[in-house]
């Protein structure tokens, strides 16, 4: 998905909050191509500079429009979190945190993206 479709939809979903709203916003990016599936294909894993464009740009739409509040708003990735990646996704400039999706349900898999935070 191009940069310009997530700032569209970003801007789209923020357009009746104020930045009252805001001050307990998380955003989660999660590319379409980067979902796993529910029979375990993932089209492809992303790293972080699949997403360095990205959330900046998210950054960007929700200062411009909140100023310091927008600064706060927490930016999450999501996309196939695994435990091998989970450590790569945080050091990402601008990842707040990990929105995990299908690796959840199964709590060994959880339990090492949980352990592979320690940074």
């Known amino acids: 998905m191009s940069r310009k479709v997530v700032v569209e939809q970003v801007e789209a979903a923020l357009d009746e909050l104020a930045a009252d709203d805001v001050h307990d916003l998380t955003i989660a990016y999660e590319p379409v191509w980067a ?9 492809h894993h992303a790293v972080p500079a699949d997403f360095k464009t990205i959330l900046p740009a998210i950054r960007n739409v929700l ?3 909140y100023g310091a509040a927008g600064a706060k708003v927490r ?3 999501g996309g196939s979190v695994e435990p091998d990646h989970t450590k790569a996704y945080l050091e990402a400039p601008l990842v707040n945190g990990l929105l995990v999706g299908t690796a959840s349900l199964n709590p060994a898999d959880f339990a090492k993206i949980v352990a592979s935070t320690s940074l």
């Open 63 to 65: 200062e411009d429009r």
């Open 35 to 43: 979902i796993n599936h529910h029979d375990g294909h993932v089209v």
């Open 75 to 77: 930016l999450l990735y």
